[in-house]
């Protein structure tokens, strides 16, 4: 069965350094992957996704994200952190042969200026 | 360009009152999905479509009911509701139900209070 693992539940970051927040999924084949970002009393918002080809994906809002297959893992970064960045953060997986995205327990991140 | 609407966004219910939450969608999506988010469990399913007039249970299912009369609609039923359903709710809609194209689009959210 899929399954998704944010190890970090809140991480937080002077604002201008780098974030590298963590993605394990758990399938037996190439999955679809996402990263969601939910800005407090919003709704979640689609940030990146993979679904086949170039393993470093760029997103929204300066977002980059790298599927590794033998870690089994998509890792979400950014160089350099703004304060508008602090959300939490979901990681989901979806497989390509059909069945629903299952989603990770979320990142909250906090941003220090 | 609406996306995926949720109506109302916040309502506080009394033990045993009932409700229904409503979720609209303008994109067309065949596949229509009710979360709900409370601190430390991230999202879990409760409910979802996959076409008009079926529904299917999620990973939560217990005290809701739903239905999909027209494509673009989903409702959320509580019949009595419990203080345990409070939480905030989110509606999704996809055109498949992994859509590893597009994903998921959300609804803002609406945030039940049960007192």
């Known amino acids: 069965a899929q399954s998704v693992t944010q190890p970090d539940i809140h991480i937080t970051v002077s604002e201008g350094a780098s974030l590298e927040l963590r993605c394990n999924y758990s399938y037996g084949a190439t999955p679809y992957l996402f990263w969601y970002v939910q800005s407090p009393g919003q709704g979640l918002q689609l940030l990146l996704k993979?679904?086949?080809?170039?393993?470093l994906v760029q997103g929204i809002k300066g977002f980059e994200a790298e599927f590794k297959r033998s870690q089994s893992s998509f890792n979400l970064r950014k160089p350099s952190v703004h304060w508008s960045d602090a959300a939490e953060y979901f990681c989901a997986v979806g497989a390509q042969q059909g069945g629903k995205l299952i989603f990770g327990q979320g990142t909250e991140l906090s941003v220090k200026p | 360009n609406a996306g995926v609407t949720q109506t109302p966004k916040f309502r506080v219910l009394k033990t045993g009152q009932s409700m229904t939450l409503l979720c609209a969608q303008d994109m067309n999506h065949e596949y229509m999905y009710w979360y709900r988010q409370d601190p430390g469990m991230g999202l879990r399913l409760i409910h979802y479509?996959?076409?008009?007039?079926?529904?299917a249970k999620g990973e939560v299912p217990d005290g809701y009911n739903v239905s999909r009369l027209k494509k673009q609609n989903f409702l959320l039923g509580l019949e009595s509701a419990a203080p345990s359903q409070t939480s905030v709710y989110f509606c999704?809609?996809?055109?498949?139900?992994?859509?590893?194209?597009?994903?998921?689009?959300f609804g803002s959210g609406t945030r039940l209070t049960v007192v």
């Open positions: 479509s996959v076409g008009e007039g079926t529904t």
């Open positions: 993979y679904f086949s080809g170039d393993t």
């Open positions: 999704a809609s996809s055109l498949s139900l992994s859509d590893g194209r597009h994903g998921y689009t």
